[in-house]
């Protein structure tokens, strides 16, 4: 028969068994400690932003990727609304709905907002939220995650200004391909009209006529170096094939010799007046300062009436050179003098004037070569004036 257990005995016993309780216990305990230990290291050390907010959207705790985010330390942030770190008002209810979404559907939700800094600076930010339950499967928390997407916005925008620029690149390029065909067309099917009736007169000798048919040769021929001209000086300028060659020369000379060279584009009665003020030598690039005139002038006899004067005004300071271009000619549409300076652009008042729509872009283009600048004054039927101003080397 067994002998009963003393009480001795059973105490023993249940100290024993205590003991291997608490060891399971401590065991337990040292896991949770550890995993505990992960879990903060894990959410402080995060890339990214981690925020955990209260069902009003209050902030209650955040890792350091969060204040770096926003430029301020824990205590600063904690006890402060999610939402005054929103940029904008919109983007401030967007994210309130964002946040009760996220409470009563249960999922998580993303979405897109600018996030101010404590210094005032702004990035663009992507949000995720999660509802984060108790072990009743009731709200705890929401775990909002914030990832700094500048980098990709600032990559989609120059994708989008990629697309535009090739959007009107192709757009100009229809312009130069319709342009190109009319206005070469025009002075070719001069010229040949003009061969084919030299040929009748020289049977004939009718030497007046074959004269004036020559002149009239020439003069397309010119139209066609001038175009060509136009679309080569694009080319170069795009390329950045143009360089600056400064030389010592007489501005009030240029300016005559070049009011020779387009007599022959004056309409009957124009005449132009030049008045120079100032110091005669200057030392700059001639031949891109004759291409800036002969373009004003030549604009200025093609869009102006017959007997209608023009004047060319120049002066030279110590500082600056100055040459303005006045006409008395059809002037330019209020409504349109944004587009004056593009490519291709034609004002809707020229008509059937012959133009590439490239000269005051060429110009523009030369002026900023020499860190000037250009602007005009216009009005429809009151003429045009045109200012160029750079700085004197």
């Known amino acids: 028969m067994n002998k009963?257990?003393?009480?001795?005995?059973?105490?023993?016993l249940h100290e024993i068994e205590l003991e291997m309780q608490n060891a399971v216990l401590r065991e337990t305990q040292g896991k949770l400690s550890a995993a505990l230990l992960e879990y903060s290291e894990l959410f402080?050390?995060?890339?990214?932003?981690?925020?955990i907010l209260d069902e009003k959207g209050v902030i209650e705790n955040v890792n350091i990727r969060a204040q770096n985010q926003l430029g301020a330390d824990?205590?600063?942030?904690i006890k402060k609304s999610f939402s005054t770190f929103v940029s904008t008002e919109i983007d401030q209810d967007n994210f309130y709905r964002h946040m009760n979404l996220a409470i009563e559907e249960g999922r998580l939700e993303r979405m897109e907002c600018q996030m101010k800094k404590a210094d005032g600076s702004a990035f663009f930010a992507l949000l995720k939220s999660k509802v984060i339950k108790n072990e009743k499967l009731q709200f705890k928390h929401l775990l909002s995650m914030v990832s700094d997407i500048t980098s990709i916005k600032e990559h989609e925008r120059q994708v989008e200004i990629q697309l535009v620029k090739s959007e009107e690149l192709n757009a100009m390029k229809s312009r130069f391909i319709s342009m190109a065909s009319h206005e070469f067309r025009t002075p070719l099917t001069s010229i040949l009209s003009s061969t084919a009736l030299i040929e009748q007169y020289w049977k004939l000798g009718e030497n007046e006529k074959i004269n004036r048919h020559l002149i009239r040769i020439k003069s397309s021929i010119k139209s066609l170096v001038g175009i060509i001209d136009e679309f080569l000086s694009i080319e170069k300028l795009e390329s950045g094939k143009v360089e600056i060659h400064r030389v010592t020369f007489s501005l009030p000379e240029l300016c005559e010799d070049l009011m020779e060279?387009?007599?022959?584009?004056?309409?009957n009665g124009q005449s132009i007046y030049h008045n120079?003020?100032?110091?005669?030598?200057?030392?700059?690039?001639?031949?891109?300062?004759?291409?800036?005139?002969?373009n004003l002038l030549s604009n200025a006899c093609k869009y102006s009436a017959e007997e209608k004067d023009i004047k060319l005004l120049t002066l030279v300071s110590d500082q600056q050179i100055t040459i303005m271009v006045e006409d008395q000619g059809m002037g330019i549409p209020e409504a349109e003098h944004s587009q004056v300076f593009t490519s291709f652009f034609r004002a809707g008042n020229t008509g059937n004037i012959d133009g590439t729509g490239l000269g005051l872009n060429i110009v523009k283009r030369y002026v900023?070569?020499?860190?000037g600048t250009i602007s005009f004054v216009s009005k429809q039927n009151k003429g045009a004036t045109f200012t160029v101003e750079f700085p004197r080397n």
């Open 74 to 77: 824990k205590k600063s942030l």
């Open 368 to 371: 900023e070569l020499l860190n």
């Open 4 to 12: 009963p257990r003393s009480k001795k005995d059973e105490l023993s």
């Open 261 to 267: 060279e387009i007599a022959s584009l004056k309409k």
């Open 276 to 294: 120079h003020t100032g110091i005669n030598e200057i030392y700059e690039d001639r031949n891109v300062i004759r291409h800036i005139l002969l």
């Open 44 to 51: 402080e050390l995060s890339p990214v932003g981690y925020y």
